[in-house]
């Protein structure tokens, strides 16, 4: 008998406020056509002071959940992909478990970058392989803009706010669900995108806060670089995994960072635009979030059918990298 762990929700929160392109113009010394040319960002959504990572989290956990027409008490587990916990402890997951219900849950928060959602997605489904659990929440979720410095232009038009959950439950003897997952991190990389400040490498002082050492740093051409390559290999390693070619691929839901990576795989792959999601130009990088938001997206616009092979697929900080190849259907 195969267990397998299946789609059987999705929901998505992103926040009502805009920031535009022009909006930036006045913040930082910057230009529309810049921000289109380099990135295809034209908005992005941000969060308010009122709004955290959890309660975005938990509203995206809710519509997750009644897609999967099953209740917060029905989850075994909460897996909660975050860069951006409300605090660094107690966890996102513990937020999100006593925002939902009363009921304790157990869960924890995982940290991987911006490939965070596609390390949840292989850890639930080993999980739910184990025969121990059966209904799994996994989130991603993150308000990058709280540690967004909006002094530095060559970041500050990146990023937005969002969340993502799926409820994954076992299937047993079924076709759908996750067919296999490809993981990655190489630490040598790990000064292009950091959060210098706030860790037991160096604790907040007044002198980390004045020069700016909690925000998010980033080197654009070598992650750049480094995506270019990445995004391809975590295609074709978890199609490989799962016996499958990328002519195999219906649907590729590629995290959203730059819409000039998205275009390399897609020259390198010779797809047709039916066969990727790109949403990248409202809602800019949203982490962990961006493939929840692309994936509903395309659901929603009717272009996911039953035995579609769909993959999944992120890099980020640490670096790391990955892929989920998933046969759309419950
Ligand atoms: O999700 C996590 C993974 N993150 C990523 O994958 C991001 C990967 N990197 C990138 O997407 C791109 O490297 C960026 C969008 C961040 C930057 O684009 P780029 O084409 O690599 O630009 P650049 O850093 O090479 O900068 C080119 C020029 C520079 O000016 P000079 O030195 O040529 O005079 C920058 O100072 O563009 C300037 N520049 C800007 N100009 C206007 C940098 N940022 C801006 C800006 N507006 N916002």
């Not at 529309?32 to 956990?61: K, L, P, Q």
């Not at 993150?142 to 540690?147: A, C």
């Not at 990023?159 to 990655?184: K, P, R």
């Not at 037991?200 to 700016?212: C, D, G, I, Q, Y």
């Amino acid at each position: 008998m195969i267990t397998r762990a299946v789609v059987a929700g999705l929901g998505t929160y992103v926040p009502e406020a805009v920031l535009t392109n022009q909006d930036l113009e006045k913040i930082v010394e910057t230009s529309d056509e810049w921000i289109v040319t380099r990135t295809g960002i034209r908005e992005r959504h941000i969060a308010g002071n009122d709004e955290t990572t959890s309660s975005m989290a938990t509203e995206a956990s809710r519509r997750a959940l009644r897609d999967a027409k099953i209740t917060a008490e029905d989850l075994d587990f909460i897996v909660c992909a975050t860069n951006t916990p409300d605090t660094i402890f107690p966890s996102t997951a513990a937020r999100v478990q006593h925002q939902l219900t009363e009921k304790p849950i157990p869960g924890f928060d995982l940290q991987a970058g911006c490939t965070g959602l596609i390390y949840g997605m292989e850890t639930a489904s080993a999980l739910i392989k184990s025969g121990k659990y059966r209904n799994i929440l996994v989130i991603g979720a993150d308000k990058l803009t709280s540690i967004t410095d909006y002094e530095d232009r060559t970041t500050a038009v990146l990023f937005g706010d969002a969340a993502g959950a799926f409820v994954l439950q076992a299937n047993d003897n079924t076709e759908f669900g996750i067919l296999s997952s490809y993981l990655q991190a190489d630490g040598r990389g790990g000064d292009l995108l950091i959060q210098p400040g706030g860790g037991s490498l160096m604790p907040a002082s007044k002198e980390s806060v004045e020069t700016r050492q909690h925000y998010l740093k980033m080197n654009g051409n070598e992650t750049f670089r480094f995506a270019v390559k990445a995004l391809p290999e975590a295609v074709e390693e978890g199609l490989k995994r799962a016996g499958l070619e990328v002519g195999d691929m219906d649907l590729l839901v590629p995290h959203q960072a730059n819409l000039r990576i998205i275009d390399a795989a897609v020259r390198r792959f010779e797809l047709s635009p039916e066969r990727v999601v790109i949403n990248i130009d409202r809602y800019g990088n949203t982490s962990v979030a961006t493939i929840p938001l692309a994936l509903q997206e395309a659901r929603m616009e009717g272009r996911l059918h039953d035995g579609d092979v769909v993959v999944l697929c992120a890099f980020g900080a640490g670096l790391t990298w990955g892929s989920n190849v998933i046969r759309w259907g419950r």
